[in-house]
């Protein structure tokens, strides 16, 4: 069983930068690909990017492009992803996930307690 | 990027109910690479179907998917007050990823 491990909940002023941690323990997962989705207040779930296990290869949804960078470090079987956030705005205030999740030829689902990051004045 | 467009926005059933929740894609999508994913309140979501049809380990099987191309169907037999939650479409098709907009799933 894989678990992943989220750091802890940030507060943040407009225009600052935050890194979120997400720590992978359990079972040994060969190559997979980790991404990152966030959730607003009340709303519904929205893709950020992914990032491969080995930090080979990297995706990110336009809208983030040039205020998210992904990251990851650590040993090959069980390493620590980053989320870096830089000039937050309010409506960055949401939960952050990393997760696993089913792509092709792949049913995998596993989830982080989810980081709520607030960005308040 | 591909947009997904959920409905109806709420469902309000009975328990015992069947509901069917719609997913609309604004391309066409490989079946494979479709998913339904359950969230319900306080909790992260978990995979429901994977592949447009195939329910993941340890879903009901009153949970069936099925569609392909452009639109795609949740649907859940015999309602039961657990299955209270927002229901989110996905689409791993096409870079980047999106989900749909969900639909809340309500007991009367």
């Known amino acids: 069983q894989v678990h992943l491990l989220q750091s802890g909940s940030e507060v943040k002023r407009p225009g600052a930068s935050v890194r979120i941690s997400c720590r992978t323990s359990?079972?040994?997962?060969?190559?997979?690909?980790m991404q990152w989705v966030r959730q607003a207040p009340g709303q519904g779930l929205e893709y950020i990017g992914t990032i491969h296990s080995t930090g080979g290869s990297m995706v990110y949804a336009q809208r983030f492009r040039g205020s998210v960078t992904m990251d990851r470090d650590g040993d090959t079987s069980t390493p620590t992803f980053y989320l870096d956030l830089s000039g937050l705005k309010s409506e960055d205030t949401a939960v952050y996930y990393c997760a696993i999740l089913a792509g092709p030829a792949s049913s995998l689902d596993y989830w982080g307690q989810g980081t709520l990051v607030t960005v308040s004045s | 990027e591909i947009v997904l467009t959920q409905s109806p926005g709420t469902l309000s059933l009975s328990p015992g109910e069947r509901a069917t929740l719609s997913c609309r894609s604004s391309?066409?999508?490989?079946?494979?690479?479709f998913a339904w994913y359950q969230q319900r309140p306080g909790q992260a979501p978990r995979l429901l179907i994977y592949?447009?049809?195939n329910r993941a380990s340890g879903i009901p099987d009153r949970f069936s998917g099925s569609g392909s191309g452009t639109d795609f169907t949740l649907t859940i037999n015999r309602l039961e007050p657990e299955d209270v939650a927002v229901y989110y479409c996905?689409?791993?098709?096409?870079?980047?990823?999106?989900f749909g907009q969900g639909t809340k799933v309500e007991i009367k």
């Open positions: 391309q066409s999508l490989s079946t494979s690479n």
């Open positions: 592949s447009a049809s």
């Open positions: 996905h689409q791993y098709d096409t870079s980047p990823r999106t």
């Open positions: 359990g079972y040994s997962l060969t190559t997979y690909f």
